[in-house]
């Protein structure tokens, strides 16, 4: 009977040798996760001002063609 007993308290005892070793990849896990989702975050605040920049310089580039049109047509009217 203490031989079974021991037996159990060593199953016990590798069940548990088992259960920290999971507990530390899935901190390892969790750590990782927080550092994706930081780079991310990050990636997607930087995609926001290209985006920005972006539809500035469009804006910008449709104001000069305006602006050639109106001196052009001032040109034409002056020939």
Do not use: P
């Not at 199953?11 to 070793?21: I, P």
């Not at 780079?39 to 063609?65: A, Q």
Request: no cysteine; aromatic share 4%; hydrophobic share 30%.
């Amino acid at each position: 009977m203490e031989k079974i007993l021991q037996e159990i308290l060593n199953e016990l005892k590798n069940l548990k040798s088992g259960q920290s070793r999971i507990e530390k990849k899935l901190d390892s896990v969790y750590e990782h996760t927080a550092k994706i989702t930081e780079d991310i975050t990050e990636t997607n605040t930087k995609l926001d001002e290209v985006i920005d920049d972006i539809d500035y310089l469009k804006h910008k580039e449709h104001k000069t063609e305006e602006d050639l049109y109106k001196l052009k047509k001032n040109l034409k009217i002056v020939k």
